[in-house]
């Protein structure tokens, strides 16, 4: 497999740290947007540490708050779903409540107060409509014959009815599909929802995916013409390389190739191209759940990440 294997290029990632210097870093980091669309954002992070990079990852993922149910009162369960299964099924439902309105509940408070905790109730029975007596299609013959997340309902604490509405704080989905009934089939729950983490659980997660990679960079060492041109585009994924007018292949936007290496199966190619990574160049691709935008996600993960720092700083002074 040594044919098929990348050769270190100067301008790959290598494992050697650099020293940070702070001045450097403010001259020449930069975040791009390139795409936002609904709740997918993807930007560059231009001219950082991978440890930075790496680090807004994690905190993505992992410390930045959203709104989860926590504790599921299962008063009755007719369906066939084991109540543990329902529970979990349940807490992963994403909700649109801003975590930023709300404090974390302590350990101390179990009950949880208005200020900390949301409550929802599901209470659905499915019953034999009498109507109808002729058809195959379960969802004319049974009513509530779907469970589905818009049929949870919010119940308000103290003043919460006055301070949001249930478009506010319910589920940010009405259409997931909770369970599937049949006649004596019932719920009757009641759902806590609290401030988390997705370090303690991935129910609080923000994001969907929160991942990057570093630029893909391909040079052409020679010019490539005709039937080899046309061989070396297929090489790469869509968009990457280019045709010109004079049947000559080049570099349209390196971007988006997968760096799946293919070109080095043709020996008449192997030596036309060099392939490596920006060092610094992070491609980031951002999927919220929906509770917060996604540009709002990286915010609050830089923010973690200052208050940490701060918490570390006063920790050495204080030594």
């Not at 991978?50 to 009755?76: D, G």
């Not at 719920?187 to 969907?208: E, N, Q, T, W, Y």
Request: glycine share 4%.
């Amino acid at each position: 497999m040594d044919e098929y294997k990348l050769k270190q290029d100067p301008h790959d990632y290598g494992l050697a740290d650099e020293p940070i210097d702070i001045e450097t870093y403010k001259a020449k980091m930069r975040i791009v947007i390139v795409r936002y669309e609904g709740d997918e954002l993807e930007f560059d992070l231009i001219g950082v540490h991978p440890a930075f990079a790496n680090a807004f990852r994690r905190l993505m993922l992992s410390e930045v708050p959203s709104m989860a149910f926590e504790k599921i009162y299962i008063y009755n369960n007719t369906s066939i779903i084991q109540d543990e299964v329902l529970a979990h099924r349940l807490g992963l439902i994403p909700l649109k409540a801003d975590p930023r309105l709300f404090e974390y509940r302590s350990e101390e408070n179990e009950q949880g107060t208005e200020h900390d905790t949301l409550e929802f109730e599901l209470k659905v029975k499915c019953t034999r409509r009498k109507d109808v007596k002729d058809s195959s299609n379960f969802d004319t013959i049974y009513k509530n014959h779907k469970v589905h997340s818009g049929q949870i309902k919010w119940l308000p604490r103290g003043k919460q009815a006055q301070l949001y509405s249930e478009s506010d704080v319910g589920c940010i989905h009405d259409d997931i599909l909770i369970s599937q009934m049949r006649p004596g089939h019932e719920f009757d729950l009641k759902m806590v929802a609290v401030k988390g983490i997705g370090k303690d659980h991935a129910r609080f997660s923000p994001v969907a995916t929160a991942f990057y990679r570093l630029l893909p960079e391909i040079r052409l060492t020679r010019e490539v013409k005709g039937k080899d041109a046309q061989l070396l585009q297929k090489c790469f994924s869509p968009g990457v390389i280019g045709i010109d007018e004079n049947d000559v292949a080049y570099v349209k936007d390196a971007r988006y190739d997968t760096c799946s290496r293919n070109v080095y199966r043709y020996p008449q190619l192997a030596d036309s191209v060099e392939m490596s990574r920006v060092r610094d160049h992070y491609i980031f691709n951002v999927e919220s759940v929906g509770a917060l935008k996604p540009d709002v996600i990286f915010v609050e993960a830089v923010k973690v990440l200052k208050k940490k720092c701060r918490k570390f700083l006063e920790e050495i002074e204080a030594a």
